[in-house]
């Protein structure tokens, strides 16, 4: 398995208090990217990364924020968390050479609760 | 905007058939598409990826095809086991950092 752990693994919050989801990776991979997957919506992308500080929007990132200090951490933000984002957040992660050019590996997920 | 979409959503078989995924996509400008597995309550797992300068790769017993042209792949499992009951996943990724991922498709292996 790719290198690629997830903090919390759960969460259950209150609506409007902030949360931060943590991805950590072990592979030094330049790409990394945020997703969350819902019953009827599938997997959409929230954020990605491809560098340090070098972050940009995806299909659904209103709400959220992210930073990159370091290769290996990628942080997700819910500045002020909402009942519209409980869902499974899942982190991934991609090298940009080699013969797994572009192909993406997962974490374990992180199933968030906002009541 | 590019759409994905995976046909049929369920499929129940018996052990032993080959069995066919579908997965057809509305923009043809791809860098590459990616099969993966999901088990419940799991993460995605990485099954096979096609470069757009491909036309199929393969890895045991299962076999990917992809045809820009007609906006369509195929995922083959050949001699299904009950071990291969999860949700099937395929994804286009149409630049850098963009993808789009279709709903899946749940496959039931009966022993």
Redesign the interface.
Known sequence: DAGITQSPRHKVTETGTPVTLRCHQTENHR?M?WYRQDPGH????IH?S?GVKDT?K?EVSDGYSVSRSKTEDFLLTLESATSSQTSVY?C?ISPTSGS??????????TRLTVL | KQEVTQIPAALSVPEGENLVLNCSFTDSAI??L?W?RQDPG?????LL?I?SSQREQTSGRLNASLDKSSGRSTLYIAASQPGDSATY?C?V?TN????T????TTLTVKP
Request: without cysteine; neutral net charge; charged residues 15%.
């Open positions: 790409y990217y599938g997997l959409r992308l990605y491809y940009d995806g899942f991934a797994s050019y572009n192909e993406q590996f997962f974490g374990p997920g | 860098y590459n990616q993966f799991k993460g995605l797992t990485s990826l470069q996943l994804a990724y850098a950092g963009k993808s991922f279709g709903d899946g």
